[in-house]
């Protein structure tokens, strides 16, 4: 189990500049905030994949500082059969502020696969402050941290010489539009 933890965690480091979408413009503090967000979310969805195995997670819980208020708008996906994540090249809406970063786990196909958006947020914030994004898997996002939780059970008692454990590709991405 570490070599998987230690494989998936450097997965997202590496493919988290490949997945990389930011506004044009000077990097603003909200942009800042944004950016740590969608990173914390990858490395939270990232220990979800993980451990699915022996925990089931409900909810993706990331903090999130407002510097100016405005509207959040942020997604997660996942994709089990394929690599390609289908918020990884959102780009943000005109005027606002967005990131999107994502990770292919080992022994993932390589090719379209369906990804799936597995939660929607979206939130406004009316004054600045720390708050906590709370990314509610819905009832696909479950069903596919269970499947890989089971197809990871059965690999650990008896794993094919050669073959990667099982793991599937995901993406979050944040889009912030500020008020006014």
């Known amino acids: ?7 998936l965690v450097l997965g997202v480091a590496a493919s988290a500049t490949l997945f990389v979408s930011l506004a044009d413009g000077a990097v603003s503090p909200q942009d800042t905030q944004l950016r740590r967000a969608c990173v914390t979310a990858a ?20 903090p999130f500082r407002v510097v100016a208020a405005g509207t959040l708008i942020g997604r997660i996906a996942f994709n089990p059969s ?27 196909p390589k090719g379209p696969g369906h990804s799936q ?7 406004t914030f009316t004054a600045p402050g720390r708050h906590t994004l709370r990314f509610e898997l819905g009832a696909s996002g479950r069903r596919i941290l269970a499947r890989l939780g089971a197809a990871d059970r059965a ?12 793991s599937i590709a995901f993406g979050v991405s944040l889009s912030y539009t500020p008020a006014g």
């Open 82 to 108: 394929g690599s390609r994540i289908g918020v990884a090249g959102d780009a943000p809406s005109t005027g606002g502020l967005g990131c999107a970063t994502g990770a292919i786990g080992p022994g993932v």
């Open 155 to 166: 690999y650990r008692k008896q794993h094919p010489h050669g073959q990667r454990p099982p």
């Open 1 to 7: 189990m570490p070599r998987r933890s230690i494989a």
């Open 43 to 62: 490395n939270r969805i990232a220990n979800a994949v993980i451990h699915a195995a022996t925990t089931q997670v409900q909810v993706i819980t990331v």
């Open 117 to 123: 958006v597995v939660s929607t947020l979206r939130r």
